[in-house]
């Protein structure tokens, strides 16, 4: 059975900073405390994260979908112990890092 517990919530994460603002919640009955990845090409080099609530049953599901035509794959990764999702993260390769120095 699934307790619930505080986690961050960020809408969307870039370049390691939550762009909406971090906020500590707790999930309701039924959900999981989510550290989630939206790849949007086939090299992964740009991406997005969020950090919330989700629906438990997708916990450690790999989901494909398109945004605008861009094809892209979110993926869930699910946590239980306080605070487990607000590790950093870098969103850009070095390729892409690259085009903009």
Avoid: W
Wanted: proline share 1%.
């Amino acid at each position: 059975m699934h307790t619930a517990n505080i986690l961050y919530k960020c809408s969307v994460s870039l370049l390691g900073g939550c762009a909406t603002g971090k906020e500590e919640v707790t999930c309701a009955t039924g959900e999981s405390c989510t550290f989630s990845e939206a790849k949007f090409n086939a090299t992964g080099s740009l991406s997005l994260h969020t950090r919330g609530c989700v629906n438990s049953h997708l916990c450690e599901l790999t989901l494909t979908g398109s945004l605008l035509g861009a094809p892209f794959t979110s993926t869930y990764k699910c946590c239980v112990t306080d605070l487990c999702n607000g590790a950093t993260s870098v969103q850009l390769s070095a390729a892409l890092c690259a085009l903009s120095g």
